[in-house]
């Protein structure tokens, strides 16, 4: 039997087989191949031959410090203006209070990313992580997007490294992936035109990198970007990668549209989806993680995904955030327990394996 009735793809095959890097041409093809079986197959291969059947999950508990933000991007469906109705911002206090709760359920990362609130000093972030870590200083703070990043060096006239030298002295310990969306232009402009833009983005994550932390990175799709404006983002991602070298994990993000700007579109199908965690570990091959985030997919298409190449559910996420809650798939549904997530791998064929968030294997007590 042939691996494929799709030429292109066999090609393809043999190229990965072969360890070979794929081109842009070669990216876009995989997306417009047919043939999704052999699609997730050479995904598949790619992701056993780095990972075999372990499949990493974590407990961690999202912190949204603030949806106030000066941006209004066309895909979000969180920020507030700051008299707007329903706008916040957590206190220090409320921080620790949240942080105590994730701790008590098991979490070993809080997750803390919000909106560009120019009414806070920079000395809330410092302040704040430097308070979590010194109540609980086991807790890993993956904080601050390269979008927040820029806003800071930017709002508080700092340089750049002064900016993630004084928050990692502080306690942030790494960074998430987010504010990526899609790097092309124009595309990037017409969704987020109050962003910096993808140079800049991939700018800060070197840097990040050059002072000793581990950052994710993300791209949002199912919007009005193309498919060669996603091919185009691997790419700039793999190249950083490069140079860099300090990306841990890839999160392709399902846009949402409910409650947003762009609420008239439908958003990616499965079909999408799933070829989307296909091409992100074939063209993406110096990222050794591809997640697929259950919460944006959907629990079905995360489990399935676990076939087409990711190896990484994420976490329990406990409660969540606000912002979390604004592109659950499900609902709003944003808590899973951890034995929900290791059913979940282990139904799907594969080890769970739990993880904290720089992929060490955690070893619980049994009960």
Known sequence: MQFSFDT????????????????????????????????????DFVRRKKHGRTTYFNVNRHFNHTNICVADCKFCGFYKRARQEGAYTHSIDEGIQIARDAVAEGATELHIVGGLNSKLPFEYYTDLFS?????????HLKALTM???????????MADEEVIQRLKAAGMNSCPGGGAEIFAEPTRSRICDHKCDGTRWLELAGKVHKAGLKTNATMLYGHIETIEDRIDHFIKLRQQQDKTGGFQCFIPLAFYPSGTALSSLPGPDGIDSLKTIAVSRLMIDNFDHIKAYWVMLGKHTAQTALHFGANDLDGTITDGGELTESYAAENGEVKMSRAELIAMIENAGFEAVERDTVYNRVER???
Do not use: H
């Not at 979008?147 to 006239?157: I, P, T």
């Open 8 to 43: 292109k793809l066999n090609s393809i095959a043999a190229k990965v087989e072969r360890g070979e890097r794929l081109t842009f041409d070669e990216g876009v093809a995989l997306y417009k191949t047919d043939d999704l079986n052999a699609l997730g197959k050479l995904a």
């Open 147 to 157: 979008v927040e990043l820029d806003f800071m060096a930017r709002f508080y006239k």
């Open 365 to 367: 007590q049994s009960a």
């Open 131 to 139: 308070s979590l870590k010194r109540e609980f200083p086991a807790l």
